[in-house]
């Protein structure tokens, strides 16, 4: 039975943003409160899947796994069945429906795509701050396998919003194909030829090869990922470590998650001012800078009215951060590719954040001081984003000095034949005077 298209900009554009924000509530937000790391670097299949299937059916495929993980957890025994079943099933049907909440948010929202990808961001400070309360009051009751049964209730919603995210019409225009070549005619012969196919298509590596943008956007948000972390997870260990009560300190990233809620709207509202829309990739990498250099300063002093100041500060740059991020790819990238794009660039993202944590520990046991770990936190976010904002300044002067070397050639083939002439009137300044010749008949 065929499905109907919905309009983008609709009403039902908005139940479509809420359907984002919880998923990532549940899905984002849920690592918070365990303490097994999903499979991150599993993301790649979702681009597929999306790519085949829709945004719909891949989220509640998401939500029956991530279900199901987590019913199974609570039946094992040893933490090899836990890493598998809470580990890698729940993993996989969270980036399942996390990555397809974000790309449907490009199909159905246009002129507030900025404003509805803040809103849905702000789901993920939803879920920092509600999962580890439902997670200690279902502890203290029903112990954890209990609290896991519940907690496979709790990921079924994505089920539910997967069924609202309905398809809407594809729009593709030949603008939105700037950057790159055209597709190949020729069909390609045997198996192997069919899976590069697949994997150049999936993992939108002919993206990365002919979109200078999307390329530099990449490197620099995986370099950045390096550092950006770090202060999540050793922030209460390093206000523990100079002698704030442990309360005081975990109220510190509450801090954080409660300011995001309001502040990563705000950022939407003013990123997506059309004042900024040329701007917005130079808006992310001030958000980085500035992100780098508060570490800078949560490294000088542990004070805990010092260390709230500067969580309020780290909010408004993570809430710039948390804004922008997928919103600045879909500048870069054409939709219709936007999902592949998503797929190889969050793998890149994942890498990095497996390295960062058992990086920052290395430092941290070599040197026993955890200010060598914001040192390490800033230079990675604070070069990331000074290569991120070069970059993009260099290829946006070579993209304006394009068209005036166009029209400058054009000119200059002209001269000779419509009497185009060049001369020097005032010092160095030069005036171009055009001979006009009256053809009259007789």
């Known amino acids: 039975m065929p499905q109907a298209l919905e309009c983008s900009e609709g009403c039902w554009a908005w139940m479509v943003l809420l359907a984002s924000v919880v998923t990532q509530g549940l899905t984002l937000g849920f690592p918070t409160c365990i303490g097994i790391f999903f499979a991150e670097l599993q993301r790649p299949l979702c681009s597929i899947l999306v790519g085949r299937f829709g945004c719909r059916a891949t989220v509640m495929l998401g939500g029956v796994l991530a279900s199901l993980g987590m019913v199974a957890g609570s039946f094992c025994c040893t933490l090899g069945q836990l890493y ?41 400070s939803l879920g920092i701050m509600l999962w580890p309360l439902l997670s200690r009051y279902l502890l203290e009751d029903l112990g954890w396998r209990g609290s896991f049964l519940i907690f496979g209730g709790v990921l079924l919603h994505c089920c539910v919003c997967g069924a609202i995210l309905r398809p809407v019409p594809a729009r593709v225009t030949p603008e939105t194909r700037d950057g ?34 999307y390329r530099v956007y990449t490197l620099g948000v995986a370099w950045m990922i390096m550092g950006f972390p770090l202060p999540h997870v050793f922030l209460v260990p390093y206000a523990i470590w100079h002698g704030v009560d442990e309360h005081r300190a975990a109220l510190l990233i509450s801090i954080i998650g409660f300011s995001n809620i309001f502040l990563r709207p705000m950022a939407g509202l003013v990123a997506g001012r059309r004042d900024f829309a040329s701007h917005r990739k130079y808006l992310f990498s001030l958000a980085a ?58 793998v890149l993202e994942s890498i990095s954040i497996l390295i960062s944590p058992p990086l920052a520990g290395l430092l941290l046991d ?39 070397a166009e029209v400058q050639g054009a000119v200059t083939e002209a001269a000779p034949e419509q009497g185009l002439t060049m001369e020097d009137t005032d010092g160095p300044k030069k005036r171009l005077r055009v001979e006009i010749m009256y053809v009259t008949s007789v």
């Open 84 to 124: 598998l079943t809470a580990g890698f099933i729940t993993g996989l049907g969270m980036c399942f429906s996390f990555q397809s909440s974000i790309t449907v948010l490009g199909l159905y929202f246009t002129r507030w795509r900025v404003l509805a990808n803040a809103l849905a961001s702000a789901g993920v």
């Open 180 to 213: 790159l070549p055209p597709p190949s005619r020729r069909p390609a012969r045997g198996c192997p030829a069919a899976c590069g196919r697949a994997i150049q298509r999936h993992l939108a590596f002919d993206v990365l090869r002919h979109n200078v943008g």
């Open 289 to 346: 800078l500035l992100n780098g250099l508060t570490n800078l300063a949560c490294a000088a002093s542990a004070d805990f009215r010092v260390l709230v100041a500067y969580c309020l500060v780290y909010s408004v740059s993570m809430s710039g951060i948390g804004a922008l991020l997928f919103q600045v790819l879909m500048d870069i990238v054409p939709m219709d590719r936007f999902s592949s794009a998503l797929g190889l660039f969050t």
């Open 366 to 404: 070599t040197t026993s001081n955890f200010s060598y770990v914001f040192y390490m936190s800033s230079f990675f976010l604070i070069s990331a984003a000074l290569f991120m904002g070069g970059s993009f300044w260099a290829l946006g002067k070579m993209e304006r000095q394009g068209p005036q």
